[in-house]
């Protein structure tokens, strides 16, 4: 690496911070020697958003507690950057030593949406390193990506040469193990694929062949004896003993979630039928208080930090919740150090919390009815009402707040005009319940921020099967929904861009034809797809039409519960059986309990082996 060429050209691009490493708590490791594994932990967008990401934080102290593996990252350089790194002949390289990425053994990525995908390609390409994985040879590094999207991973299979499917901590250990046994006993590129072929929650593709017919999809072929016939998701039984952040790094420049998070539970009880994360990262497991305390007093003492996020799916639904936030906040009070529930549920009852945190500090507060009324709500098991709405928000501006952000979606299931409406129904009585305060409680102007995305289907939900709505449909209803908010006194609106919905749901529910569109989409310039400034609509259209394929093929059509799906390969654990019912009870808007009233069943006939309820009644 020429260091000196890389210093001149930072004086001219956009936040030179992004790329000089050297942050306090950065791993440091001798690498003279040779005789560490090199891993590169690469997140496929810019460096404010990947250095937000709780779960690459994680990995990387795992992977640095190892004494054979030094973890150094690696981040999408902004086009400015990028553009400079192509000028001079510049690799990617990691920020830790400065070494070419093409110099590792594995580049790893985190997979966190869909819209991210190019991004991937775009390192790669900077690394100097095929884009198929059919293409690298014994001299390259192994590419394997981790994250939710590895649910279905069909879309880049052919891209990576392997993936890990489930908690990180549970399995990157295993999986670096296997590395360095193979390389200590000099074993090619396909045993050592084979290897790790085995390991519980490793899915290696070139081991399956994806079958069509008709320009279908009709399943998966296993191509190797020894590789599974499903790979099992794998799941941190225990919370309080799994792998942490360790000293977290402290950037130079501001990122998106600045501040320490606090992950007091994994998974969620509640069942809401669209969403993948309440899926995905069942069964629930919590941290004990005096673990998160721990964790905090770390956190604060190496970092400096004056903001703790209590960081979960679902942070009230914590069974910890009303005596750790207070305990928190009298820890720390003398520091000035205040506390952020993201994510709450609408029907907890924190009122004395949110009375404690703005001692300190009013942070954001945030509540996803999701639906506009409650015929919707039922169907989509959120198991709220407008009351649990108005009685959440009521608590929040008695304790002094005036700013609130309501989530909903637009293109649910079943989805009326009727339901759009409430939306903006529901806004105005917000608007009420501010302005019918008195005044001098009130303080400052209400500031109530609508805001509505598009629903995407994705793999292992009971809506896994439904169509997403047209754009065309999309952006009818967002017009009738801006015009229904107009005249709110204290309520904006803002809605997400309806183009790069539909193809996350494309590659959400893609298959592997999909890898070359991606590919193709890159080639025409496709980077950064998430942010709207950058998103290249031209690009997506050449490549889905160069391939025969069309985004409405993956995204737009109802998947018949009898057909094949491409990510049949993934075992949840959650069963098949459980979704397929779960959506007949949405269509009849029958409501499921939540988890901690009683177990579900989802887990099937495994339900002992991993329900977090024992002895609970099941269904």
Known sequence: MDTELLERILHDVEKPARYIGGEVNMRIKAVENGKLLRFALCFPDVYEIGMSHLGSRIIYNVLNEREDTYCERSFTPWPDMEKAMRENGIPLYSLETKTPLGAFDVVGFALLYEMGYS?????????????????????????????????????????????????????????????????????????????????????????????????????????????????????????????????LIVPYLNIVHDRIALEVFRGCTRGCRFCQAGYIYRPVRERKPETIIEQADSSLDCTGYDEISVFSLSSGDYSHIHELVPQILERYEHDRVSVSLPSLRIDSFLKDDLEHIQRIRKTGLTFAPEAGTQRLRDVINKGVSEDDLLRAVRDAFEAGWHGVKLYFMIGLPTETDEDVLGIAELARKVSQEFYSMPRELRGKGLRCTVSASTFVPKPFTPFQWEPQISVDEVLRRQALLRNALKGIRGVEFS?????????????????????????????????????????????????????????????????????????????????????????????????????????????????????????????
């Open 495 to 619: 809605c997400h861009f309806s183009e790069t919905s539909r193809l996350e749901a494309a590659f959400a529910r893609g298959d592997r034809r999909l890898c070359k569109v991606l590919v193709s989409a890159h080639r025409h310039g496709a980077r950064f797809d998430s942010w709207d400034e950058h998103f290249n609509k031209p690009a997506w259209e050449e490549a889905f039409a160069e391939n025969g394929l069309t985004v409405e093929g993956f995204a737009n059509r109802s998947i018949g519960q009898d057909e094949a799906l491409p990510w049949s390969v993934m075992d949840p654990i959650v069963s098949h059986e459980f979704l397929a019912e779960e959506r007949k009870k949405a269509y009849s808007g029958q409501i499921t309990r939540d988890c901690r009233k009683g177990c579900n069943g989802c887990f099937g006939t495994r339900a002992a082996e991993f329900c977090s309820f024992e002895g609970a009644e099941r269904t």
């Open 119 to 247: 991004n991937v390609l775009t390192m790669l390409e900077l690394a100097g390193l095929p884009l198929f994985s059919a293409q690298r040879d014994e001299t390259m590094p192994l590419v394997m990506a981790g994250g939710p999207c590895v649910c279905n991973a069909e879309p880049v299979a052919d891209i990576f040469d392997f993936f890990v499917f489930g908690d990180g901590e549970e399995v990157m250990n295993d999986v670096m193990d296997i590395i360095a046994e193979c390389k200590a006993a000099g074993n090619d590129r396909h045993m050592l694929l084979l290897r790790l072929a085995q390991v519980a929650g490793v899915y290696v593709p070139a081991f399956y062949r994806s079958e069509y017919k008709d320009g279908s999809f009709i399943g998966h072929t296993k191509l190797e004896e020894a590789a599974p016939d499903t790979v099992e998701r794998r799941v941190v039984q225990d919370l309080d003993s799994a792998g942490y952040t360790g000293d």
